[in-house]
Nanobody, 113 residues
Framework: VQLQASGGGLVQAGGSLRLACVAS????????MGWYRQAPGKQRELVAT??????TNYADSVKGRFTISSDNDNAVYLQMNSLKSEDTGVYYC?????????WGQGTLVTVSS
């Protein structure tokens, strides 16, 4: 599965961004799709996931501000509102299928305070 992420950029604190991840396969053939992020000097962490059976799951730090969704075709989105400086990082799209992990190239989100 190939993943292409887009939508990152520079935004002021309190602003919004929408990330998109387009997969080379139907999202309905993928077990879990999600977004992870890596801040400078920190480990990559889970932001949000979406599955057909379980639904959505969010890191505590983004609950109520971020929304993950799917078009049920081949794309997953991450709507990010009320952005904070600590949301700065490279955001990676992830797909899990048949116990394998697939990663996109990452898109940089910079939130200025």
């Amino acid at each position: 599965v190939q993943l292409q992420a887009s939508g990152g950029g520079l935004v002021q604190a309190g602003g919004s961004l929408r990330l998109a991840c387009v997969a080379s396969a139907s999202v309905n053939s993928i077990d879990v799709m999600g977004w992870y992020r890596q801040a400078p000097g920190k480990q990559r962490e889970l932001v949000a996931t979406i599955t057909r059976r379980i639904g959505t799951n969010y890191a505590d730090s983004v609950k109520g501000r971020f929304t993950i969704s799917s078009d049920n075709d081949n794309a997953v989105y991450l709507q990010m509102n009320s952005l904070k400086s600590e949301d700065t990082g490279v955001y990676y799209c992830n797909a899990k299928r048949s116990r394998l992990d697939y990663w996109g190239q990452g898109t940089l989100v910079t939130v200025s305070s």
